[in-house]
C-alpha cells in the first residue's frame, strides 16, 4: 500500500460526507419544538407520563434495577442508576420533544412528548 | 504455528489496552454510543497486513475480555452487534479492491454505530432511540475517517514487516 487516497476514496469520503450531511439537515426539520412532558417506559409498557412544567424527582423502579428521573427547570435528567455502565447519568438533560434518555440494561426509556402529542389536543385539532 | 499463536495473544493484549484506554478517556457529547473505537485500529491493521479471520477472532476476542473486566453483559451484545456487522461491511469495501483503507475504516464506523443502535432498537423496543440515528451515523464516519488515518499510517510504516 504505497499511495495513500485514491481516486475512488476521495469519491467515497465525499459522497459519504454528502449523504451524512443531507440526513442531518433533513433531520433538523424534526428538531422537536419544547417538550410538554416526559414519558417513561419500562420494558415496552408505559410506566408513567409526568408535565416538564412541574419540577420533581420520579423513582423508577424496575425488574432489573433501579433509576431516578429529576424533573427541573423544564429539563428532565436521569440522576441516578444501579445499573452498571451509567451511560444514562451521564446523558444530558432533555427537554425538547423526541429527545429521549435510554437505560438499556433496565429497559427503560424516557421520552419527551410535544404538549400537542399529549391526550386530547391532538385529537380535537 | 508457535510464532503465530503468540503474535496473535500480543495482538489481542494490544486491542485489549486499546479497550482500556478508551475507557478512560469519555467524549463529552452527551450521546450514548458515541466512542472513538480505539480498538478498532487492531482490527484495521490485522485486516491488512495477515487476514481476515485473524481480524475477526481478534475483534470477537477482544470485545468478550474487555466486556468481562470493564463492562457488563449488555455491553458485550452491543459491541458485538455493532462489531459483527461493522467487520462484514469493511470485508465488503476491502474485498471490492478500488477503496483504500481510510474508506473500509469509516464504512466500519457507520455500520458499527448502525449495528448497535438496531440492537438498542431491538432491546429497548422502543423505536425513539431512532432520534440519535444520524448524529450517530456522523459520529461513527468521524470517528471511523481519525481511526483510518491511523490504521493507514502504521500499516505503511510496518505492516509489511508482520508475518510469521
Same mark, same amino acid.
Not at chain 1, 475512488?8 to 459519504?16: C, G
Not at chain 2, 457529547?29 to 473505537?37: C, D, F, H, S
Not at chain 2, 473500509?104 to 464504512?107: D, E, H, N, P, Y
Given at each position: 500500500m504505497r499511495r495513500r487516497f485514491r481516486k475512488? /476514496?476521495?469519491?467515497?469520503?465525499?459522497?459519504?460526507v454528502c449523504l451524512i450531511a443531507a440526513l442531518l439537515f433533513f433531520f433538523s426539520f424534526f428538531r422537536g419544538e419544547a417538550g410538554g412532558s416526559v414519558v417513561v417506559t419500562v420494558d415496552r409498557t408505559v410506566y408513567g407520563t409526568y408535565p416538564l412544567s412541574e419540577d420533581a !424527582?420520579?423513582?423508577? /423502579?424496575?425488574? /432489573?434495577?433501579?433509576? !431516578?428521573?429529576?424533573?427541573?427547570?423544564?429539563e428532565a435528567k436521569m440522576t441516578e442508576a444501579d445499573c452498571p455502565d451509567r451511560l444514562c447519568v451521564h446523558q444530558?438533560? !432533555?427537554?425538547?420533544?423526541?429527545?429521549?434518555? !435510554?437505560?438499556?440494561?433496565h429497559k427503560v426509556v424516557v421520552s419527551v412528548e410535544s404538549r400537542k402529542e399529549n391526550g386530547l389536543d391532538a385529537v380535537a385539532e | 504455528m508457535k510464532r503465530k499463536t503468540a503474535y496473535m495473544g500480543l495482538f489481542l493484549a494490544l486491542?485489549?489496552?486499546? +479497550?482500556?484506554?478508551?475507557?478512560?478517556?469519555?467524549?463529552p *457529547?452527551?450521546?450514548?454510543?458515541? =466512542?472513538?473505537?480505539l480498538a478498532n485500529l487492531v482490527t484495521v491493521l490485522l485486516l491488512y497486513s495477515i487476514g481476515a479471520k485473524e481480524a475477526f477472532w481478534i475483534s470477537v476476542l477482544r470485545i468478550l475480555l +474487555?466486556?468481562?473486566l470493564f463492562g457488563n453483559a449488555f455491553g458485550i451484545l452491543y459491541s458485538l452487534s455493532g462489531a459483527l456487522f461493522s467487520f462484514l461491511v469493511m470485508l465488503l469495501?476491502? =474485498?471490492?479492491?478500488r477503496l483504500g483503507c481510510v474508506s *473500509? +475504516?469509516?464504512?466500519g464506523g457507520i455500520f458499527h454505530n448502525i449495528g448497535q443502535l438496531g440492537m438498542a432498537v431491538l432491546v429497548a423496543g422502543n423505536a425513539a432511540v431512532l432520534y440519535y440515528f444520524p448524529v450517530l451515523l456522523a459520529a461513527g464516519a468521524l470517528t471511523g475517517f481519525v481511526i483510518g488515518i491511523l490504521a493507514q499510517e502504521i500499516i505503511i510504516r510496518i505492516g509489511g514487516r508482520i508475518h510469521f
Open positions: 475512488a /476514496d476521495w469519491i467515497f469520503l465525499a459522497v459519504t !424527582v420520579i423513582s423508577i /423502579d424496575t425488574e /432489573d434495577g433501579h433509576n !431516578v428521573l429529576t424533573i427541573r427547570g423544564g444530558k438533560a !432533555v427537554s425538547r420533544s423526541r429527545e429521549t434518555i !435510554v437505560c438499556l440494561p | 486491542a485489549l489496552i486499546c +479497550s482500556y484506554i478508551e475507557t478512560l478517556i469519555p467524549l *457529547v452527551g450521546i450514548p454510543g458515541v =466512542k472513538l473505537g +474487555s466486556g468481562f469495501v476491502k =474485498k471490492t479492491g *473500509v +475504516s469509516t464504512a
